[in-house]
């Protein structure tokens, strides 16, 4: 089967300089753990949680063919690692639907959740959970 859309990106500086989709967008970043933290540059835990964001809530619109606005918020932590060294994500999806009770809220996320491919991505990981809640607009 043929890729639908192929991107590439590329970082040569570590945590802390610019990372780049090739032929496109740079991205200033910075690792919140460096004594020189910019907080004017993004960094992996802000990157992860607008790829994941942007993804499951254009599949929940799928999901609910413009019935109804929905809305989902992602929360990345960075804790040290459980096991062995390093660190490790904490992620929660917060995904709210206008007009759906918490019961319709959670199938739409249950579906959305099991197409968004971010969502295939980080579904295995112990650290990575999904919530339904009442719809709030902002």
């Known amino acids: 089967m043929s890729a639908r859309y192929r991107t590439a990106a590329v970082n040569r500086d570590g945590g802390d300089g610019v990372?780049?989709?090739i032929g496109?967008?740079?991205v200033p970043v910075s690792s919140p753990?460096?004594?020189?933290f910019?907080?004017?540059?993004?960094?992996?835990?802000?990157?992860?949680?607008?790829a994941w964001v942007t993804c499951l809530n254009a599949t929940a619109?799928?999901?609910v063919a413009g019935e109804r606005r929905t809305v989902v918020r992602v929360e990345v932590e960075?804790?040290?690692a459980a096991a062995g060294s390093g660190y490790e994500f904490h992620v929660d999806a917060y995904l709210s639907a206008?007009?759906?009770s918490i019961e319709?809220?959670?199938e739409i996320l249950t579906a959305a959740h099991a197409r968004c491919p971010v969502s295939k991505l980080l579904a295995a990981a112990s650290t990575v959970h999904v919530h339904p809640e009442e719809y709030r607009a902002g």
Do not use: I, M, Y
């Open 61 to 63: 619109q799928a999901v």
């Open 19 to 21: 990372s780049s989709v």
């Open 24 to 26: 496109g967008l740079e």
């Open 38 to 50: 910019d907080a004017t540059a993004s960094n992996p835990e802000q990157l992860l949680a607008l």
């Open 33 to 36: 753990l460096a004594r020189d």
């Open 78 to 80: 960075l804790h040290p």
């Open 104 to 106: 319709e809220t959670a």
């Open 98 to 100: 206008e007009g759906a």
